[in-house]
């Protein structure tokens, strides 16, 4: 049974940085394309950043240049590392399990946590 718990998310500036945080349990995030979607309030969920199996990394265009999504075999985890964060950013950010890596792009799977709130505001 795939389980992923988020952590890390919090208030911060405007300018701030932020590492979101996801434990992983059944799936091996060595072997499988992750991902870190994100939804605020009234808006779709979208993509934040995905890792493919070798590594490989797709970013959604409005953070490309100020995250970077890691994996750690060892640890069995996902992280996301957010710098020079926006108030747009504001929004519940979720960890995806064993997607698929399509054409340099990660599309989710139905593996889903519980998500992680972040919030940028002054």
């Known amino acids: 049974q795939v389980h992923l718990v988020e952590s890390g998310g919090a208030l911060v500036q405007p300018g701030g940085s932020l590492t979101l945080s996801c434990i992983v349990s059944g799936i091996p995030v060595r072997n499988n394309p992750m991902g870190w979607y994100r939804q605020a309030p009234g808006k779709e969920r979208e993509l934040v950043a995905g890792?493919?199996?070798?590594?490989?990394?797709d970013y959604g265009d409005s953070v490309k240049g100020r995250v970077i999504i890691d994996k750690d075999g060892l640890r069995n985890t996902v992280t996301l590392r957010m710098s020079n964060l926006k108030p747009e950013d504001t929004a519940t950010y979720l960890c995806?399990?064993?997607?698929?890596?399509?054409?340099?792009?990660?599309?989710?799977?139905?593996?889903w946590g519980q998500g992680t709130q972040v919030t940028v505001s002054s």
């Open positions: 890792i493919s199996s070798a590594g490989l990394r």
């Open positions: 995806n399990a064993g997607g698929a890596w399509i054409n340099g792009h990660y599309i989710a799977s139905s593996y």
